[in-house]
């Protein structure tokens, strides 16, 4: 029997995820005998959700919200033996990796747009025990961005991102850091430092010539 688990992050989607989980369930149902629906509650709720549907060896898991979201499931299957086909539904305010995707932005038309016959492949990245689908960034701007509260989000939108972005880089501070790659080393001070899976960052491309993370097969 084929089966699906949706994971859904209640306050996504300004805060009316639940209002699409019936359409979520009905077009996952046009692929999957099986479809089992969690609503998170907390953090990393998202990544023990994702554990159980590897564990279980569900065919596919459907994430609905943003970024933060999607990091945990991909963190709950990411080293299992078993990996699912995973699914994305932007719900987030930012939805960076949906876009870098080119997933539709449109609540509804992605949730139309789901074809579990067709894959792509996606690079992600580790940073101590958690997974990443396109940043990593260490300094004051992460928790500028981790301390917007939820109202914010859903009344200002990415705007709400900004105005803390701005106060962290008013009060900036300087690490002393040290970064060994293959092809070379740095060492110095830096206020941010950012690893990114792709050459775009908010939306811009950055770097003219350089590996793309997505890979479609």
Known sequence: MKKAMLIINPTSGGEKALDYKDKLENKAKEYFEQVETKITEKALDATHFAEEASREQFDAVVVFGG????????SGIAEREYIPKLGIIPGGTGNLITKLLEINQDIDGAI????FNLTNKIDIGKANDN????????GSLPEAIHNVEIEDKTKFGILAYAVNTMKSVMTDQVFNIKVETENGNYVGEASHVLVLLTNYFADKKFLKKTKMA????
């Open 214 to 217: 997505m890979l479609t097969f």
């Open 67 to 74: 970024d933060g979201t999607v990091n945990e499931v991909i």
């Open 112 to 115: 139309d747009e789901l074809d």
């Open 131 to 138: 997974y990443f689908g396109y940043i990593f960034s260490i």
